[in-house]
């Protein structure tokens, strides 16, 4: 596995805008051709039981991308990738283990959004989903890469590990 950058990097047309799904989200500034890679994470390496301690400390943001077993990517609280938003019927999807690029190509002043399925695998991760989308789940689950439908649509675009279990489960 390629150890991650420190610093977290987005494209220089994107950055912090008012979001209808969360407050606040990631937004185009300029139209973005499909396949532009618009954020790449970084940070810092932690095992389970670090990232279990950080977040029940509560001191502190705490926001993580899973990469293998027992290796989670622990951003930076001060890093504006933060603020990617979740919705059922995304623009972005991932090209490696840090990088997302949109799927399709994204007008300026649309906001950038991740399907979490994709990159998160905790059993017990409940999200209750408020987008837009006719494709909206209501509740985004950790188990929900799980789902053939979800599996198909995101072919080629979820983090290096969930498509390791993907393949594995299809074995």
């Known amino acids: 596995m390629q150890a991650p950058d420190p610093a ?5 047309d ?40 950080l977040r029940a400390a509560g001191t502190a943001y ?8 027992d290796v989670h990517l622990l ?4 890093s504006d990738n933060r603020f990617g938003n979740h919705a059922c019927d995304p623009n972005l999807g991932w ?10 190509d994204v007008a300026a002043g649309s906001e950038l959004l991740q399907d979490y399925a994709t990159s998160v695998v905790e ?3 409940v999200l209750r ?7 909206c789940r209501q509740m985004v689950e950790g188990t ?3 789902i053939p439908q979800l599996q198909r649509r995101y072919a080629g675009h979820w983090t290096p590990y969930v498509q390791r279990l993907i393949d594995a489960q299809g074995a």
Request: proline share 6%.
């Open 144 to 146: 929900d890469w799980r």
């Open 95 to 104: 090209v490696d283990g840090y990088a997302l690029a949109t799927l399709v």
């Open 62 to 69: 705490v926001d993580s991308v899973v990469l293998d077993d």
């Open 75 to 78: 951003l930076a609280p001060d």
């Open 123 to 125: 059993p017990d991760f």
């Open 14 to 53: 994107v950055e912090v805008g008012p979001s209808d799904v969360a407050g606040r989200g990631l937004i185009a500034t300029a139209d973005l051709p499909a396949g532009t890679v618009v954020s790449r994470l970084g940070g810092t390496l932690v095992d389970a039981a670090e990232l279990s301690r």
């Open 129 to 135: 989903c408020h987008c837009q989308s006719y494709r």
């Open 8 to 12: 977290c990097w987005l494209h220089p």
